[in-house]
C-alpha cells in the first residue's frame, strides 16, 4: 500500500519539550564543536562532522518511544512496532544522506567562484530534490540493479573528482 | 569565545527547525530524509563563509563528502539491525556510532590526508 506524504501534528502533542530542548543541545554542540576543531586542525577535518548524525540516536529513540505509545493506547505491545518504525525512519535518513552528498559536492564545486548565498540555496534545493527522488524511486520500487549501478557509477565518479582535486593541490 | 556561542545557538536552532519538521511528516521513510538534513552544515558553512571566506567552506565541503558516504553506510547500518533484531533503538545508534567514525575517517586518511 502506497502511503501519501502528509502532516500529522499528533507527534509535537506528545513529545516533551525536553525532547526539543536535547536535540537543540546536540545540534548546537556538533556546530560549535565543527568550529573548533576547524581551529585546531584546520577545515579538512571540520568537514567532515559536517555530516556527523548528531541528533540521530535522539530522534531514533524518540520515534521508537512515540511508535510504542500509539499501539499501546490500544492495549498492544509497542516494542516491536517502535523498533520497526525507528528502522523505517533510518532507511530513510540513509536515502536523504545520498541527497547530503550532493549538497557538499554543489558548494565544493561552486563556491570560491560563485555567491555564497546562491550556491547555498541551490545546494540545500539539491538536498530536497535528490533525497525526495531517491524516496519516491525507493517507494515505487524503480531502480533496482540498474539503479544500484547507476549509484555506485555517481559514488566512483565523486571519489575520482575528490582524488583528482587532492592530486591538483 | 562568542563564536563558539554563536555556533552553538544557530547550529542548535537549525538542528530544532530540521528536526520539528521531520516530527510533524508521515509517513516515517519520508520523515527520515529530514534525519540526514544538511543542518549542521547550513550553520557551519553560512559562519564560516561570513568569517573565513568561502575557499575556506569550500574545502570543509570536500571533507563533508566523505562524512555523508559514512552517514550513508552507518544509517543503512541502523536500519538493518533494527529491522532484524531485538534491539533498543537509543543503543543500536549508538553502537553503530563508530561506523561512521570508521567510514569517515578512512575515507580521509585514503583520499583527503
Redesign the interface.
Known amino acids: 500500500m502506497r ?1 501519501p ?5 499528533s ?2 502533542r506528545d ?1 516533551k519539550w525536553s525532547q ?1 530542548a536535547l ?10 564543536i ?3 576543531v ?1 581551529q585546531h586542525y584546520g ?15 535522539a ?6 518511544k512515540h511508535e510504542k505509545q500509539q499501539k499501546e493506547k490500544h492495549g498492544m505491545s509497542g ?2 512496532r ?20 550532493v ?3 554543489i ?2 564545486q561552486f ?2 567562484e560563485h555567491s ?1 548565498g546562491a550556491v ?1 540555496s541551490i ?2 534545493l539539491a ?1 530536497a530534490v535528490v ?2 527522488s531517491v ?1 519516491q524511486l ?2 515505487r520500487r524503480i531502480g533496482g540493479s540498474r539503479g544500484r549501478r547507476v549509484g555506485y557509477s555517481c ?1 566512483k565518479l ?2 575520482a573528482m ?2 583528482a ?2 592530486m591538483a593541490d | 569565545m562568542i ?3 554563536i ?10 527547525l530540521f ?2 519538521i ?28 561570513a568569517t ?1 571566506g ?19 553506510i ?3 547500518l ?3 539491525i ?2 532484524r533484531y ?5 543503543w ?3 553502537g553503530a ?1 563508530p561506523v ?1 567514525f570508521v567510514v ?2 578512512g575515507l ?1 586518511s585514503v ?3
Not at chain 1, 536535540?23 to 560549535?32: C, E
Not at chain 1, 530522534?59 to 521508537?64: D, G, M, P, Y
Not at chain 2, 565541503?61 to 559514512?70: K, L, P, Q, V
Open positions: 502511503m506524504v502528509r502532516v500529522d501534528g507527534a509535537l513529545s526539543y536535540r537543540f543541545l546536540f545540534g548546537g554542540i556538533v556546530t560549535a565543527a568550529g573548533l576547524a577545515p579538512v577535518i571540520a568537514g567532515l562532522l559536517l555530516a556527523f548524525p548528531a541528533i540521530f540516536p530522534s531514533a529513540t524518540l520515534i521508537e516494542t516491536v517502535g523498533r520497526q518504525a525507528a528502522s523505517v525512519d533510518a532507511a530513510g535518513s540513509a536515502m536523504g544522506s545520498l541527497g547530503l552528498l549538497f557538499a559536492v558548494i565544493w563556491l570560491p555564497a547555498l545546494a540545500t538536498w533525497s525526495v524516496w525507493r517507494k559514488l565523486i571519489i575528490i582524488l582535486s587532492k | 563564536q563558539i556561542l555556533r552553538f545557538l544557530v547550529g542548535g536552532a537549525v538542528v530544532s528536526a520539528l521531520a516530527d510533524v511528516l508521515k509517513p516515517k521513510s519520508f520523515a527520515g530524509l529530514f534525519g540526514a538534513a544538511p543542518s549542521v552544515a547550513l550553520a557551519t558553512l553560512a559562519l564560516t563563509m573565513k568561502a575557499s575556506y567552506a569550500a574545502v570543509e565541503a570536500r571533507s563533508m563528502i566523505a562524512g555523508a558516504i559514512a552517514f550513508f552507518f544509517a543503512s541502523v536500519s538493518w533494527l529491522m531485538p534491539f533498543r533503538a537509543l543500536v545508534t549508538l556510532m561512521w569517515a575517517f580521509w583520499a583527503l590526508k
